[in-house]
């Protein structure tokens, strides 16, 4: 059986500890037996806050055990301690003494470089901004995760998820990895689409109530914005002149913001294949759907889907 360790330290990264935890959580869930085993421990075996004001606690009180951990995983956010714990130390020594990996995610690259942990490797080195630190000995690296050696180092946020899979990979199998990747990107949420909201006041034209109701209908189809105009009894440019006037966008640029939003959440609140989304917002190719949801908000459906999945994580462990 493998065994990993999350080692806490004040001012964790909640996002970074949701991820690895349930990663690991994950393998077991999937297998459908307990291929791993995982304890959260933290340096003076007491209660401490995370970046985010949660509170955790450790699953163990002690640093025994060492030489049947695979991993142990030190997570530390951009306040690094004053002081590092003996204890604390002697256990990270005594995992690698039995040949197991030692990682870090954000300032937990930093601990382990501090104490000599990183000296002569290829690291990805998190540098506080108000942190003086030089680690000349380190070979730093830009890139989101590196697992070299014996030595697995992350630089934070949504990499957590990718580090965890590559070392779940390792130690378990490349396809089982696969799946628990698919599973912390989809969030394992039915297919079903939530009520629509929209932010704001309803439209105070009945005409742009009326226009936005037909545009609601025909989503996975869109309709022509000459059809539209033909139905209410109106012509194209007396729509986009009232539209304009009431939104101040045009009834096509609002027609697309529409089917984007609806895409959008049903990236983010199902387990929907990404091309079936981008035929119910009326897309006819993924890569259209694509294009115009990274132009529009800035990042790709897959990491639009993760970021939702990592922020439903964060709610579950606060």
Known sequence: MVCASLILFPGFPMLAYALAREALETVNRLSGEPLLVFDTRIPGHARTEAS????????????????????????CGDILPKRIPNGFQSFLSQVEAAGGRL????????????????????????????????????DAVDRPFLMDDKRLTVAGGLAVAD???AWIAEVTSPALADEVARSLSSGRILATAPAETEPGDKPGDPVIA?????MRAHLATPLSLSEIADEMGLSRK?????????????P??????????????????TAMPVSEIARESG?????GFSRAIRNTLGVSPSAMRK??????LVRSYT
């Open 52 to 75: 985010n004001g949660a509170v955790m606690a450790p699953d163990r009180t002690d640093w025994d055990g060492a030489e049947e951990v695979d991993l142990a995983l030190v997570i």
């Open 103 to 138: 990682g870090g995610v954000a300032g937990g690259t930093t601990i382990l470089g501090k104490i000599g942990h990183l000296h002569g490797r290829r690291a990805v080195l998190h540098r506080p901004a108000d942190s003086d630190d030089a680690f000349p000995a380190v």
């Open 163 to 165: 580090a965890l899979c």
């Open 210 to 214: 009326e226009m936005e109701a037909r």
């Open 238 to 250: 007396a729509l986009r002149g009232r539209c304009v006037r009431a939104l101040g966008v045009t």
């Open 252 to 269: 096509s640029d609002h027609y697309l913001a529409i089917r984007l939003r609806h895409g959008a959440d049903l990236l983010r609140h």
């Open 283 to 287: 897309f006819e190719t993924l890569a």
């Open 307 to 312: 970021m939702a999945r990592a922020a439903r």
